[in-house]
């Protein structure tokens, strides 16, 4: 593969800094990307993802999918004279995950003892 065919790629944070860029080929896949945002993630920025499956890419405004590759989520914007490309990187923890944490915390509280003396 050329190297002109690779695309340069930098990952917005929702608090306005950037990961990256990293240069990436055309068949890299949107779950290889995510699974770089992990490990690259600031390890002082609270609220960061556990997991690949925490975060949503946006490119042009839409949700890129896991199995799709770079080359399918192109965009025209992507055809402008070569340059580096962001991506937004959102962490949203999944709604199961979240509902079960609560509901450990909610029995925790439910289970405990109190006792009053008087």
Known sequence: ?????????KFRLFDGSDIGPFRYAPASTVAMLKERIVTEWPKDKKGGPKSANDIKLINAGKILENNKTIEQCRTPFGELPKGVITMHAVVQV??????????IDEASKKNGCACTIL
Do not use: I, Q, V
Request: proline residues 0%.
């Open 1 to 9: 593969m050329a190297e002109e065919d690779f695309l340069e790629l």
């Open 94 to 103: 999944s709604l199961t995950k979240a509902k079960t944490e609560k509901k």
